[in-house]
């Protein structure tokens, strides 16, 4: 089986803006952020998703995920926080490895969930931008 490109993430064969690491977890920026803070959370140990993840894995994710969460919560105050995570391609899953996505939301910004032919309309940032925002949220951590 090819590698799906988170575990070419965690095996440092892709770079990332790491927002979180322990044995179990890791977090980082997605690369096509649908706003300011968008953080994608992994297991370290291969799931293709929620359905066929183990409990211990599903554990260690559920006691990262409130740290991250409110870590990008106190970095860019935003009004809300969606916490996602799809399973199989038709309810909108394009990378097979668990990830949940960390997605800060403002009143001012709609995003369409609903149709999920639509692709996200993600931000186009430059490499200063996502360090900037790496290191708002790792300020928090």
Known sequence: MDKT?????????????KIYE???????????PITKGHTLVIPKKHSR??????????AHIGAAL????????????PDGINIIQN???????????????????YKDKHINFD???VKWPPQKLEAADFE?????ITSKL
């Open 5 to 17: 490109i988170f575990e070419k993430i965690l095996d440092k064969e892709i770079p990332s803006y």
């Open 22 to 32: 322990d044995e179990h977890v890791y977090a980082f920026l997605d690369v096509f």
């Open 49 to 58: 998703n929620i359905l066929d993840c183990e409990a211990e894995t599903a």
């Open 66 to 77: 409130p740290k991250i969460a409110n870590a990008v919560k106190d970095a860019f105050n």
């Open 87 to 105: 399973n199989e391609e038709y309810a909108g899953q394009s990378v097979f490895h668990l990830h949940f996505h960390i997605i800060p939301r």
């Open 115 to 117: 149709n999920l032919e």
């Open 132 to 136: 900037e925002i790496q290191n708002k």
